[in-house]
């Protein structure tokens, strides 16, 4: 995605006469993505407020920059953004954590938010950052629980594999860091996911306060996005062919 000029670096909150601007050119361009410019925003608002703010304009946004603020906010507000910038960014924080090597294009990353901030960020946000991976990788027992419950009571008999494995899951109701963000690492970093799992193997308990049936997620369930956009069917493709019976009648 090619940066815009800096003519079309937008402080927040937005002026009138700049959101007349950026609808004229939401209008003119399919994909548009607003470029704020995160130092002089926050000289105003607080990153948790400039999260919030964009979450309630809907707009697509990068940033010219980041910090660690801004990086927690993402990862624990309950309000959603689209900004893919922040979640490759998370990405790149998880490679750091389990020290697995970055491709040439997330190096590029590193220009904004460099090593020695990413060490620090690990440093001074551990629980931040472990509750996070864990959170990712119950995505697994909630997909699979959500596919099983979506099956007919015949199909469920044929499933014991299945029903055997989900008999073991856990379901926790407790308060957590983390945020209906985690739904953008799922889906724009699914290799994060991937590399979670074979670190820490099958996980067996998700917390409904993240994963549960609330259409939070831009007007939709989480189980709804994981499933249009293939993770479902990526997490039972972690298992042997036979494990999943009718995992080729129940794809979305």
Same mark, same amino acid.
């Given at each position: ?30 994909? @548009? ?45 309950? @309000? ?46 551990? $629980? ?13 027992? @909630? ?39 985690? $739904? ?69």
């Amino acid at each position: 995605m090619p940066m815009p000029d800096e003519s079309t670096c937008y402080e927040l909150p937005l002026s009138p006469q700049h959101l007349v601007q950026i609808y004229k050119e939401k209008n003119e361009i399919e994909d @548009f993505v607003l470029w704020v410019d995160y130092a002089k925003s926050k000289e105003k608002l607080s990153a948790q407020h400039i999260i919030i703010y964009l979450a309630n304009t809907n707009f697509k946004t990068t940033f010219s920059g980041v910090d660690e603020d801004l990086i927690k906010a993402y990862i624990s507000s309950d @309000f959603m953004v689209d900004c893919p910038l922040l979640a490759r960014i998370v990405v790149l924080i998880i490679k750091f954590y389990y020290k697995h090597d970055i491709s040439e294009q997330e190096s590029q990353l590193l220009y904004l938010f460099p090593p020695k901030l990413i060490w620090k960020f690990l440093e001074d946000n551990s $629980a931040l950052v472990e509750e996070l991976i864990n959170t990712v990788a119950s995505s697994v027992p @909630f997909a699979l629980t959500k596919l099983y419950e979506g099956l007919t009571e015949e199909q469920k008999e044929v499933e014991t594999n299945l029903k055997e494995l989900l008999d073991d899951i856990k379901v926790v109701d407790r308060p957590t860091m983390c945020g209906p963000n985690i $739904a953008r690492l799922l889906t724009t970093g699914y290799d994060a996911l991937l590399l979670i799992i074979s670190q820490k193997g099958l996980v067996k308990e998700y917390n409904k306060q993240i994963y549960n049936d609330s259409p939070k997620y831009f007007g939709k369930d989480l189980y709804n996005i994981m499933c249009v956009s293939k993770i479902t069917d990526q997490i039972v493709a972690f298992f042997p062919d036979d494990f999943v019976v009718l995992a080729d009648d129940n794809k979305t």
